[in-house]
């Protein structure tokens, strides 16, 4: 039986790889893209024959929108939270978030509330992609989760790169299966926006030309997102090297963390994984 897989962020890089890689080795599945750009997911949808839907996370209105659409495909076997962004400066988006962990975190939660009845089947999982920067960069405070105060465009990316790491922990708990994973140091354009330290560091070309391809994140999602829990994968945890979990912080810490930040943004987003 054909089964669906969703990709966000896949209008490039690792997300656009990642389907490639999907529709050449299940191309009986059902693959859909999304992404923020309507000529590159246009693009991407056309060369692989698949569905295509354009959403910028930055504005909340259009992830409910989405969810609307995808709502309409029936059970869902993978759904990749990939979609993410550096950004310089600290904004406010149109619904109150700072625009980093918006685009991060706060989107990819919601879009995964409003699809959950699609994702409750035995087989079914959640892949968020994560990053080296919650070990590395992360701040974390959970009563500024924006990074509203002390912002800087590294501490900010850390912090949601680790809100991923959060959100992974809080699906589990609620009996969703779950990953989080670092795609690795990869030459991709997710901060390309972005003329800060790491930003300088990624579009600098000789040390582009040293670290790995989007090919080599996207098996590392697809790994995941078609993988069967227990045999590839453990629910709930961040996969920092390959295929081999990594601890942030201690587990009981992350999960009290995780269901006060996540309880809360629930509330006010009005929804809920129960």
């Known amino acids: 039986m054909s089964e669906t897989y969703v990709i966000t962020g896949a209008s490039d890089g690792v997300g656009a790889a990642a389907a490639r890689l ?3 080795t299940r191309p009986d599945d059902r693959m859909v893209v999304v992404g923020r750009s309507p000529e ?5 949808g056309r060369e692989l024959g698949t569905d295509y839907f354009t959403a910028d996370f930055s504005e909340l209105d259009q ?12 059970p869902i076997r993978g759904l990749a939270n990939n979609a993410g962004g550096l950004f310089d400066t600290a904004a406010r988006t149109v619904d109150g978030y700072e625009r980093t962990w918006q685009v991060n975190v706060v989107a990819p939660f919601l879009l995964t509330a409003l699809l959950k009845d699609q994702l409750r089947g035995p087989e079914s999982v959640v892949v968020n992609t ?5 070990n590395l960069l992360a701040r974390f405070d959970a009563d500024d989760p924006n990074t509203f105060e002390k912002f800087s465009p590294l501490r900010s990316y850390g912090n949601a790169k680790y809100g991923d790491v959060l959100l992974t922990r809080f699906l589990h708990a609620h009996d969703f299966n779950s990953v989080a994973f670092h795609p690795g140091v990869l030459s991709t354009n997710f901060s390309k926006s972005s003329s800060s330290l790491m930003g300088k560091f990624y ?3 000789p040390a582009a030309s040293q670290m790995g391809t989007p090919s080599q994140g996207a098996e590392r999602l697809v790994h995941f997102l078609t993988g069967v829990r227990g045999v590839h994968y453990q629910s709930g945890e961040f996969y920092l090297k390959p295929y081999q979990p990594s601890r942030t912080r201690s587990r009981d810490q992350e999960r009290e963390l995780a269901h ?15």
């Open 260 to 274: 006060e930040v996540f309880n809360q943004l629930g509330l006010q987003l009005d929804v809920s994984l129960d």
């Open 130 to 134: 994560s990053s080296i920067a919650a």
């Open 40 to 44: 590159k997911t246009r693009a991407v």
């Open 203 to 205: 579009n600098f070309r």
């Open 22 to 24: 999907l529709h050449a």
């Open 63 to 74: 992830v409910r929108a989405l969810a609307e659409e995808l709502s309409q495909l029936g």
